[in-house]
């Protein structure tokens, strides 16, 4: 899961972002409106964490803008106020869930987690590709049948190949998407994760190398 924190006091949002790494929640953060718009143009996420009440372009802006665009996130406000008017004023910009300040950590994870499960309008609810049976919403692979168990990176690098059909995913592509804005460029942590996810598949081998360019999935005789 990839998540976009929308939060103009620095404190709370490294707070945030923080707990949500121990979780295995990729995050960025956008400490206003228009930052948040621009990360949101780049980079896809499951969900925007959401400040109303936010420097630049307003909160519920934002919230119009990422329906309008039909980006398929969802949208976790956040806010101060939490007067029933409020919210209900919140769902009706496009919200999917409403969480009001101060909150703990262990709710805002079950919320995210509850909202990235949700199907995504046009998303398949299963991918398969290459004897690769993969349940998004499941959380669950398998194999030729044969039920493969993978950590959250695994399984968030052999989706996007999945997703890709065959075709070529670079390392840059694979580190923007699976892990977050902070990861190190010239770490190693793709071609680990993809030499552990080769084993945890088996064989014959599924995921090749493309030397230079990057990695796909092959069902080779």
Request: overall charge negative; charged content about 30%; some cysteine.
């Amino acid at each position: 899961m990839r998540v976009l924190i929308v939060e103009d006091e620095p404190y709370l949002a490294e707070a945030v972002q923080s707990g949500l790494r121990l979780e295995a929640i990729a995050a960025d953060i956008a400490g206003d409106g228009d930052t948040a718009l621009e990360r949101l143009d780049v980079n896809e996420y499951d969900v925007v964490v959401l400040d109303r009440d936010i420097p630049g372009t307003h909160g519920d802006d934002v919230c119009r803008a990422v329906v309008r665009r039909g980006l398929g996130c969802r949208v976790l406000m956040l806010t101060a106020a939490g007067g029933l008017e409020e919210k209900v004023a919140g769902f009706g910009l496009g919200a999917d869930d409403y969480l009001t300040k101060p909150f703990d950590l262990p709710e805002l994870v079950v919320r995210l987690r509850s909202l990235a499960r949700r199907p995504k309008e046009g998303a398949p609810p299963v991918l398969e590709y290459a004897g690769i049976r993969l349940d998004p919403f499941r959380r669950e692979v398998y194999r030729d049948g044969r039920y493969v168990g993978l950590t959250r990176k695994q399984f968030a690098v052999l989706r996007l190949l999945m997703e890709a059909g065959g075709g070529v995913v670079s390392s840059e592509t694979l580190l923007e998407r699976a892990w977050d804005e902070h990861a190190d460029p010239f770490t190693n942590a793709v071609r680990i994760t993809i030499s552990t996810l080769r084993k945890r598949l088996g064989e014959p081998g599924v995921v090749h190398t493309v030397p230079g360019v990057g990695y796909r999935l092959e069902a080779r005789p």
